[in-house]
């Protein structure tokens, strides 16, 4: 009976301690469930095809280093989320630190040595049944919203760690922990920030202020995938590198930059994200920089005068090179060299040499001759008889306050415009004999630009105006007859054209088009008459034109100023954009450009001419080229063409150059010319753009008297985007990468200067 009894007690005693188990199991379960604790509770985060991500910086965890509640908390996480999917990321990275003493982070992490504990805002809401995890808390709201979490690569102190670097034990116990692909920096990004840091150190000792490190490519690679090809491109504050980078690259994705100062400013992401849309971009530059050795300028058939010249060639860029024995240095991967060096005078023999291969040129170097003597010849031009008549013949003219001086221009006239002489007067210019004509208004037009009309030719005539709309410009036509010259000031809201020698016995119409605006006629004591508009801020005039028509009489044209749109094509839908690649054909461009069997300046304006093109239109705007080809119109086509199809911005395409007696590669940068001030803000926001796309020097913006920019039908600039005689900003210029940057800049530009 005993050895029974002691087998029941056994069995009970077993039958207890199963039912304990399971029961602490349930319990344990039970926990697991509400704690949201464990495997169970990880969402499985898998790469969209397309990685469009968003930073989470520190800026952002420091919410977590004071106390909240997990409401409060959950609530931040989820409209980061939305935040970040309103600027079209589908992708959040996270360092996972909190600012703190001794460092903490959102991580529910465990183990010995990890030299960190989880934030104590997270985990100051504890209780036994409940424990909030924010980290899988955003990784599960953000599967909801089929987006990514992935983590960035930091050591403790917040530095960007590189591949192969060491992790923090914590930082890889929680990627594996949580299941999260982890990024770090590819060594070539880790030594461009350390690089623009050590750069901004430097400038900060120098000047006494702290300034943040300038902007910099940055590369991610996928650290859990033994360090695959790269993932992720950054370049905070420039949509057109960063798209250009990302859509050139073999990588799959790009950050748009950190939340918080896209918050502040969200442009810049929208504009990255329709840049990377659409297919793969086009070729833009027919012509290729070759690797083999050649010294391309200077032209030995030309005599120099100078005690030094700047060699230009290409060369293979992986080989040594010297001239004359001497080490020449090459910057970048396409092999354009360049090299100062001194002149004898008489023959210079300059040879290179690359391995096997040798290239010799001989340049002479002169004195000048004295110049010619003897009196200057007529060039054929006749004196005005006081009150004659004539009309301009060229696209454009100048009104020279001083006929001596071109610079002196005190207003632009117009093909066809007709003007009464007060008086003429003969002079020496280029060598030549010609005269100058005095109009009524005190300015004067030289002979060549202009033809002397009958004595009997009347002054214009008109009896009143008509209204048309075309597009987003109101014309009135004048009626009666005559074409005569105006004069023009616009200050603010208020635009007055004088004509000259002309007469105005009507009305204008009552509505201008323009809502508040009005219009006074009175005539002046100059024989002719002053149109004085005055408009408000509500409809603001943004350009005026006054147009000579065929049949002989004249029309006014104002135009409305272009708005942002909503529309889904883009911000710049409804904006008409003319750009200008200059030179072409025969015209090769910049004096030191390299030689016709890479590509010239004309080439180079062209590619950056049609990278923008294709930028702005992925933006909505409406684009017009006064070349699409290797063609050449005269400089009377290209303002024809301006003033014809009355644009609201036109950009003339440029590359820059230096005589070649001094190191042409310490005179590199960006600028921008403009001769009405109402292109100044559009000279302004190209120069801001490109040098932030591209890192190159920003040399400011100025007047200039440049053809193609003297227009008021609207913002017209002529853009210099980098020095072509330096090799190191040629091979910027030249690259596909920097052509992409520029294009998307201008565009950027352009959209800066719409009104909202």
């Known amino acids: 009976m005993k050895t029974k009894y002691r087998r029941r007690r056994a069995l009970a005693a077993v039958l207890a301690v199963v039912a304990l188990a399971a029961l602490a199991g349930l319990v344990w379960l039970l926990v697991l469930l509400v704690r949201g604790i464990g495997s169970l509770g990880t969402p499985d985060m898998r790469a969209p095809k397309d990685v469009k991500a968003v930073v989470l910086a520190e800026d952002w965890s420091s919410y977590f280093s004071t106390a909240r509640t997990t409401e409060e908390q959950q609530a931040y996480l989820e409209s980061t989320l939305d935040e970040a999917a309103a600027l079209g990321a589908n992708t959040v990275l996270l360092s996972g630190r909190v600012d703190g003493d001794p460092a903490q982070v959102l991580f529910r992490v465990k183990g010995k040595d990890l030299a960190v504990s989880t934030a104590a805002a997270v985990t100051g809401n504890d209780r036994f049944l409940s424990k909030f995890d924010p980290v899988k808390h955003l990784m599960k709201q953000a599967k909801e919203r089929d987006m990514q979490v992935a983590l960035i690569a930091t050591d403790d102190s917040g530095q960007p760690l590189t591949q192969g670097g060491a992790l923090p034990q914590w930082l890889e116990k929680a990627a594996k922990d949580y299941k999260l692909a982890l990024y770090g920096l590819d060594e070539a990004s880790a030594a461009a920030v350390s690089a623009a840091k050590a750069e901004a150190e430097a400038l900060a000792a120098e000047t006494g202020e702290e ?220 060598g030549r004999r010609t005269y100058a004509y005095q109009l009524e208004n005190g300015g004067y037009i030289l002979a060549k630009d202009c033809e002397l009309l009958d004595s009997s030719t009347p002054d214009a005539a008109f009896t009143g105006a008509g209204r048309t709309t075309e597009g987003n410009m109101e014309v009135f036509t004048l009626t009666g007859s005559g074409t005569p010259l105006y004069t023009h000031t616009w200050e603010g809201n208020e635009l007055t054209l004088t004509f000259l020698s002309a007469s105005f016995t009507g009305e204008m119409p009552a509505d201008l088009g323009f809502g508040g605006a009005t219009v006074t006629v009175e005539p002046t004591g100059e024989g002719g008459f002053s149109l004085h508009f005055v408009f408000n801020d509500a409809d603001p005039l943004w350009g005026y034109h006054v147009r000579y028509t065929e049949d002989g009489t004249s029309q006014i044209l104002l135009k409305h100023q272009p708005k942002r749109s909503d529309a889904e094509t883009g911000p710049l839908t409804g904006v008409t954009v003319m750009l200008d690649p200059g030179h072409g054909g025969t015209d090769m461009g910049a004096v030191g450009s390299p030689s016709e069997d890479i590509p010239q300046e004309k080439d180079l304006n062209l590619a950056e001419a049609l990278a923008a093109k294709y930028r702005l239109e992925q933006l909505g705007a409406t684009v017009l080229m006064t070349r699409s080809d290797d063609t050449f119109p005269s400089l009377g086509d290209r303002v024809k063409m301006l003033n014809d199809a009355a644009p609201d911005f036109f950009i003339s395409v440029h590359h820059n150059s230096t005589l070649l007696d001094k190191d042409a590669d310490e005179l590199v940068g960006t600028e921008c010319y403009w001769f009405y001030t109402e292109g100044k803000p559009l000279a302004q926001a190209l120069v801001d753009r490109v040098t932030d796309a591209t890192g190159r020097q920003a040399r400011g913006v100025f007047y200039n008297y440049f053809y193609v920019t003297r227009s008021n039908i609207c913002p017209a600039v002529l853009l210099e985007t980098g020095f072509v005689s330096s090799p190191t900003e040629y091979q910027s210029c030249a690259g596909d990468l920097g052509l992409w940057a520029e294009g998307g800049a201008i565009a950027q530009a352009v959209l800066d200067c719409v009104p909202d």
């Open 211 to 430: 300034t943040e490190p300038r902007s910099t490519l940055v590369t991610y690679v996928d650290m859990t995938e033994d360090g695959k090809a790269p993932a992720l491109l950054r370049k905070d504050g420039d949509a057109a590198l960063l798209a250009a980078a990302w859509q050139l690259q073999e990588g799959n994705g790009m950050v748009l930059g950190r939340l918080g100062s896209l918050l502040a400013d969200g442009d810049d992401a929208a504009v990255a994200l329709r840049f990377a849309g659409g297919e793969a971009l086009p070729d833009v530059l027919a012509k290729e920089v070759p690797r083999t050795l050649s010294i391309i300028s200077p032209d030995p058939a030309v005599t120099l005068y100078s005690e030094n010249v700047y060699l230009i060639g290409t060369s293979d860029p992986d080989q040594p090179l010297s001239v004359n024995g001497t080490p020449v240095e090459r910057t970048g991967d396409m092999g354009v060299w360049g090299l100062l060096v001194p002149l004898n005078m008489g023959a210079n023999d300059i040879t290179a040499v690359q391995g096997e291969n040798t290239v010799t040129i001989t340049v002479t170097r002169s004195t000048y001759s004295g110049g010619g003597s003897g009196a200057a010849r007529p060039d054929g031009s006749v004196a005005a008889a006081p009150g004659q008549k004539l009309r301009i013949t060229e696209p454009l003219a100048s009104l020279l306050t001083d006929y001596t001086n071109s610079d002196s221009i005190q207003m632009t006239a117009y093909e066809g415009a007709v003007a009464t002489v007060k008086k003429s007067v003969s002079f020496v210019r280029s």
